[in-house]
């Protein structure tokens, strides 16, 4: 979720600064250092679906 996230605040980052244009004084490399620290988050596994929830998830085989 959070890496969909960031995808969506890179791209508006993107379009910021290719623009040349700032949101309520915010720049485009703003959004770019928001987007890293949301993947960071992602890539530490915050904001991921736990484990426990799938209950053996596609692990699970029949014998």
Do not use: E, K, P
């Amino acid at each position: 979720m959070l890496a969909i996230v960031a995808a969506i605040v890179f791209g508006l980052g993107f379009l910021l600064d290719l623009l040349n244009t700032r949101i309520a004084g915010i720049s485009g490399m703003a959004f770019v250092l928001l987007g890293l620290c949301l993947l960071a988050l992602h890539q530490a596994g915050i904001g991921t679906a736990s484990i426990s929830s799938y209950r053996g998830g596609w692990r699970r085989t029949r014998r």
